[in-house]
């Protein structure tokens, strides 16, 4: 099956940057959308954000749209989230999730995803 691995999470201080990476093995990473899904302690896991197969159609949640990027590198079968200004609040456990999609789409639902890395742990100290 695909699957993706995340790295890059760690303990930084509050207006810190991180920039997090989803690699998808598998050798089948074109038709497919990768999102990044977080769970905060106590919540319920949500979506932050994700990319299009085709790189040209992206969205990130509006919760975070202000600090968060996201970006693909299909040469590298990589999936990157660039977190900026990072609060406390940001803390969560980020996993990286991939699912067949056509160009330019994108789903916004955990329920959506077939594939699912790890998680990488972001602490952000205040």
């Known amino acids: 099956q695909v699957q993706p691995v995340e790295s890059g999470g760690g303990l930084v201080q509050t207006g810190a940057s991180l920039r997090l990476s989803c690699t998808v093995s598998?050798?089948?990473?074109?038709?497919?959308?990768v999102a990044w899904f977080r769970h905060i302690p106590g919540k319920e896991r949500e979506f932050v954000a994700a990319a299009s197969w085709s790189g040209r159609t992206t969205y990130i949640a509006e919760s975070v749209n202000d600090r968060f990027t996201i970006s693909r590198d299909n040469a590298r079968n990589t999936v990157y989230l660039q977190m900026n200004s990072l609060k406390p609040e940001d803390t969560a456990v980020y996993s990286c999730?991939?699912?067949?999609?056509?160009?330019?789409?994108?789903?916004?639902?955990?329920?959506?995803?077939?594939?699912w890395g790890r998680g990488t742990q972001v602490t952000v100290s205040s």
């Open positions: 598998g050798r089948t990473f074109n038709g497919y959308v």
């Open positions: 999730a991939a699912a067949l999609a056509s160009p330019d789409s994108w789903y916004l639902e955990d329920t959506d995803y077939d594939y």
